[in-house]
């Protein structure tokens, strides 16, 4: 949370001009003026509660919009929606910071990232310690909503915490990840993180550990039969994740260490159906099949 300015802005109406030929760019390129309401200032300050922005929003003459020079670009601008909104220090004007964000997360229903972003920035300044014992509590606390990306975000601030103070909670919390109600994009982000991260030799051997943890975990949430695909996010651990340690112990050591008899059979009941799918990328078949070698040496 390093920007000090972090607001939420609703879109009150929207004026599109019609889209053409930009031959800066060679894209179509079009102008829309947007009304906006300051509905809430979570961190610093600006000088208006509304105002108007005019946003130029380019797209592929294939009538695509996708990742042309501009952040709105591949964004749909319509009335009713709310973004937060993340500018730097000298952005103090609400229409410029929405112009030219240095981050906007549009607020979607039933993910409640207000609350997510409160809790961030009211904790940034407290000891790592703290910061943990206070995120166990958030995270026990029952919800109906669902958690952003900002938590997963947080929760690995605290793995690389500059302090070294890393501990058993983060640890736990990361291999019981999948328990923590975040969004199928939160939790996908945050395993692509961390494997990034202990790939590149930081983290220490427990982190590892968890991150194998959390991957099995999500993996045996599939319950479906030979013939159901995967979601999103399993399908990256079967196709990025697994084939870097399916050849080594860490997976025993993980079932081993931390599985109870219940989770342990639901993981072997996975692996033994996914090794058995044709429907898998090349190669990874074979893969499942070593897995469920090694789940079944842990599971008398």
């Given at each position: 949370?390093?920007?000090?300015?972090?607001?939420?802005?609703?879109?009150?109406?929207?004026?599109?001009?019609?889209?053409?030929?930009?031959?800066?760019?060679?894209?179509?390129?079009?102008?829309?003026?947007?009304?906006?309401?300051?509905?809430?200032?979570?961190?610093?300050?600006?000088?208006?509660?509304?105002?108007?922005?005019?946003?130029?929003?380019?797209?592929?003459?294939?009538?695509?919009?996708?990742?042309?020079?501009?952040?709105?670009?591949?964004?749909?601008?319509?009335?009713?929606?709310?973004?937060?909104?993340?500018?730097?220090?000298?952005?103090?004007?609400?229409?410029?910071?929405?112009?030219?964000?240095?981050?906007?997360?549009?607020?979607?229903?039933?993910?409640?990232?207000?609350?997510?972003?409160?809790?961030?920035?009211?904790?940034?300044?407290?000891?790592?310690?703290?910061?943990?014992?206070?995120?166990?509590?958030?995270?026990?606390?029952?919800?109906?909503?669902?958690?952003?990306?900002?938590?997963?975000?947080?929760?690995?601030?605290?793995?690389?915490?500059?302090?070294?103070?890393?501990?058993?909670?983060?640890?736990?919390?990361i291999g019981a990840a999948h328990r923590l109600n975040l969004t199928e994009g939160a939790l996908r982000w945050l395993l692509e993180r961390l494997w990034s991260m202990v790939g590149s030799g930081e983290g220490s051997d427990?982190?590892?550990?968890?991150?194998?943890?959390?991957?099995?975990?999500?993996?045996?949430?599939?319950?479906?039969?030979?013939?159901?695909?995967?979601?999103?996010?399993?399908?990256?651990?079967?196709?990025?994740?697994?084939?870097?340690?399916?050849?080594?112990?860490?997976?025993?050591?993980?079932?081993?260490?931390?599985?109870?008899?219940?989770?342990?059979?639901?993981?072997?009941?996975?692996?033994?159906?996914?090794?058995?799918?044709?429907?898998?990328?090349?190669?990874?078949?074979?893969?499942?099949?070593?897995?469920?070698?090694?789940?079944?040496?842990?599971?008398?």
């Open positions: 949370m390093k920007y000090p300015h972090i607001a939420v802005v609703a879109i009150v109406t929207t004026t599109p001009s019609a889209w053409q030929l930009d031959d800066a760019s060679g894209f179509e390129a079009r102008q829309v003026v947007v009304q906006l309401r300051l509905g809430e200032m979570l961190r610093g300050a600006f000088r208006e509660t509304s105002g108007s922005a005019t946003i130029q929003q380019f797209r592929h003459r294939s009538g695509r919009v996708g990742d042309p020079p501009s952040f709105w670009s591949a964004r749909e601008l319509a009335p009713g929606k709310r973004y937060a909104v993340f500018a730097p220090a000298e952005a103090t004007d609400l229409a410029e910071a929405f112009a030219n964000p240095a981050v906007a997360e549009e607020l979607i229903e039933g993910v409640d990232t207000v609350a997510d972003l409160k809790f961030v920035i009211g904790n940034a300044h407290d000891s790592v310690s703290q910061q943990v014992s206070r995120l166990k509590r958030f995270l026990s606390t029952p919800r109906a909503d669902q958690r952003s990306r900002f938590i997963a975000e947080y929760l690995l601030s605290l793995v690389v915490a500059p302090d070294g103070a890393t501990n058993a909670d983060v640890h736990q919390m427990d982190t590892r550990q968890a991150l194998v943890l959390l991957s099995l975990r999500v993996l045996a949430q599939h319950s479906g039969t030979a013939a159901t695909s995967l979601d999103a996010v399993q399908m990256d651990i079967v196709e990025n994740y697994l084939p870097r340690i399916v050849h080594s112990n860490e997976v025993q050591e993980a079932i081993a260490r931390h599985m109870n008899k219940l989770e342990r059979r639901k993981i072997l009941s996975v692996v033994q159906r996914l090794g058995q799918r044709n429907d898998l990328p090349a190669g990874r078949q074979s893969e499942m099949q070593a897995l469920t070698a090694l789940v079944k040496g842990c599971c008398p």
